[in-house]
T-cell receptor, first 111, second 118 residues
Framework: DAKTTQPNSMESNEEEPVHLPCNHS???????IHWYRQLPSQGPEYVIH???SNVNNRMASLAIAEDRKSSTLILHRATLRDAAVYYC????????????FGQGTTLQVKP | EPEVTQTPSHQVTQMGQEVILRCVPI?????FYWYRQILGQKVEFLVS????????KSEIFDDQFSVERPDGSNFTLKIRSTKLEDSAMYFC????????????????FGPGTRLTVT
C-alpha cells in the first residue's frame, strides 16, 4: 500500500485560494489518487480523484505531477465551511477499492 | 440525496461484551466497507465486502471481528469480545462499481458510530 505524506496543518484566509500538497512517491502506476475531507464530527467526504491528468469538479481541482509522485488539491476560494481535515489517499481503485488514509492536513480558514 | 446511515450513533459497552454496529448502505451500491478512527488518529481500513463475501481485510480485522449482510439492505460489523482498545469511531462506506471508462471510485461514508468500551 502506497504511503502518503501531507503537512499537518495549513491556514488560509477566506475567499483566497488554497493549495494542499501531498507526496505519494511509492504509488503504483495504476492507483488513482483520491482526496477526501472530514468535517468536524462527520465521516469522510469525497472531494476529487485522478490518475494522471489534472481534474476539475465543482468542489476543487487536482493537479498531478508528471511523475505522479505528488499532487496538489486546489480550493479556488476557501470558505469557512471548507475548514476540515483533508486526506490524500492511495488505493480506492483496486479490486477491493479500499482507501489508505494518511494523517491528513488540518485546514483552518480565517474570516 | 441518498446517504449511508449508521446506528447507533453512540454505543457504550463493557469489556468482553459483544457489540453489533449497523449500517444501511446506499441501495444500488455493491461494495461495502468498514473503517475505524481512534480519537485523534487517522482513519484506518478494516474490511471490504463484495458479492456476499469479504474481499479484503486488514491486520486489525482479526477473529474477533465479523461482517454480515443479513437481508440485502443492512451491513453489520460484529465485535465478539470487545477490548478497551476497540474504542473508536466506526465508519461504514459503500460505493457503486466503476462504469467503464467513466470510472467513479467515490466512496460514500456514513456519519459513524462512536464505540466506547469501559
Amino acid at each position: 500500500d502506497a504511503k502518503t505524506t501531507q503537512p499537518n496543518s495549513m491556514e488560509s484566509n477566506e475567499e483566497e485560494p488554497v493549495h494542499l500538497p501531498c507526496n505519494h512517491s511509492t504509488i503504483s502506476g495504476t492507483d488513482y489518487i483520491h482526496w477526501y475531507r472530514q468535517l468536524p464530527s462527520q465521516g469522510p467526504e469525497y472531494v476529487i480523484h485522478g490518475l494522471t491528468s489534472n481534474v476539475n469538479n465543482r468542489m476543487a481541482s487536482l493537479a498531478i505531477a508528471e511523475d505522479r509522485k505528488s499532487s496538489t488539491l486546489i480550493l479556488h476560494r476557501a470558505t469557512l465551511r471548507d475548514a476540515a481535515v483533508y486526506y490524500c489517499t492511495s488505493g480506492g481503485s483496486s479490486n477491493t477499492g479500499k482507501l489508505i488514509f494518511g494523517q491528513g492536513t488540518t485546514l483552518q480558514v480565517k474570516p | 440525496e441518498p446517504e449511508v446511515t449508521q446506528t447507533p450513533s453512540h454505543q457504550v459497552t463493557q469489556m468482553g461484551q459483544e457489540v453489533i454496529l449497523r449500517c444501511v448502505p446506499i441501495s444500488n451500491h455493491l461494495y461495502f466497507y468498514w473503517y475505524r478512527q481512534i480519537l485523534g488518529q487517522k482513519v484506518e481500513f478494516l474490511v471490504s465486502f463484495y458479492n456476499n463475501e469479504i474481499s479484503e481485510k486488514s491486520e486489525i480485522f482479526d477473529d474477533q471481528f465479523s461482517v454480515e449482510r443479513p437481508d440485502g439492505s443492512n451491513f453489520t460489523l460484529k465485535i465478539r469480545s470487545t477490548k478497551l482498545e476497540d474504542s473508536a469511531m466506526y465508519f461504514c462506506a459503500s460505493r457503486f462499481p466503476p462504469l467503464g471508462e467513466e470510472e467513479s471510485y467515490e466512496q460514500y461514508f456514513g456519519p459513524g458510530t462512536r464505540l466506547t468500551v469501559t
